[in-house]
């Protein structure tokens, strides 16, 4: 048996951009926790969303936030809006019609905030949603939403390894519905969602890694932040937060069962802004 590590943990201060879910409901289905005919009740959403605002924020971290535009109602799920590495923001370009003006949204808002590298992409891709920054690499997602091809283009633009993971359970179509970070070189994924190619990637670069059972990554638990001590996940995901406990992580339960109902949760609607590493944080 390996010795087990109690690492101690220290929290980073980070940057978030949130959108708030004003305008959120389901009225057309592209995953399949989405169902339309099923009643959303949009009050409750902005008040879980809210609260998980106010964690950011008693936490340290700075969070911006962007205006919800009518007749888009997934532009709360903000990760999805852009993927931002040292300073440089490669926005989204969605893979479905409904979506699709959030793209410039989001760039319009980068641009207006003072960031002088906005790329807009060639390819399809979902931001956050599948591009996860990893110490010194992005773990990047494809099989349902993001094109292979704009892997490439992602790591012509940041100039860091990408390594392309292969997702093959509809569930769990974005890679942030399957995999989070925890720290640089850590972190947690639930291995049925991946390709057998994929999961022995995984296993390779990532062999202390946590591993969720279907049931914590039924209820979204992967799609969790974290700051490098906190990890914000949905509260469901009950065995998970005991293992990032034994990790020596605080785990804390949000509920956005809500925003659950568009397939989407704590993750899904946290867009972290890295700036550049030269010249201060922010
Ligand atoms: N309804 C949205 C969609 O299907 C949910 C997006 C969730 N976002 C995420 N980062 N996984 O596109």
Redesign the pocket.
């Known amino acids: 048996m390996p010795e087990q590590r109690q690492p101690v943990r220290t929290a980073r201060p980070r940057h978030y951009l949130m959108c708030r879910p004003t305008h959120f409901a389901v009225d057309y289905r ?2 399949p ?2 169902d339309p005919a099923k009643p959303v009740d949009t009050a409750l959403a902005v008040l879980q969303w809210e609260r998980l605002y106010d964690l950011y924020q008693q936490l340290g971290h700075t969070v911006d936030l962007i205006e919800p535009v009518p007749g888009l109602p ?1 532009m709360v ?1 903000s ?2 809006g852009a993927t931002v590495h040292d300073g440089r923001v490669l926005v989204a370009n969605f893979r ?1 019609e409904q ?1 699709a003006a959030e793209a410039p949204a989001y760039r319009a808002w980068f641009e207006n905030a003072g960031h002088t590298e906005v790329k807009a992409a060639e390819h399809t891709n ?4 599948d591009y996860l920054v990893a110490g010194g690499r992005v773990l990047a997602g494809t099989g349902f ?1 993001t094109d292979p091809a704009a892997h490439a283009e992602a790591q012509e633009l940041f100039g860091v390894p990408v390594v392309t993971l292969t997702l093959v359970d509809p569930r769990f ?2 890679l ?2 399957a995999l989070a970070v925890l720290d640089d070189d850590e972190i947690m994924y639930y291995p049925a969602a991946f390709s057998e190619d994929s999961r022995r990637t995984l296993r390779e670069l990532f062999p202390d890694a946590i591993l969720a059972d279907e049931a914590d990554a039924e209820v979204f638990g992967l ?1 969790a932040v974290s700051d490098g001590l906190n990890v914000l996940l949905p509260q469901a995901a009950t065995a998970l937060a005991g293992k990032l406990a034994a990790r020596g992580f605080r785990p804390v339960g949000v509920d956005l069962s809500e925003l659950l109902k ?3 949760s704590v ?2 609607c946290t867009l972290e802004i890295r700036h550049r590493a030269t010249g201060g944080t922010r």
Not at 126 to 129: I, P, S
């Open positions: 592209i995953n926790w989405m997934d799920y990760a999805n479905y979506r979902e931001g956050e949603g939403r179509y974005h942030d519905t799609n568009g397939g989407g993750k899904c």
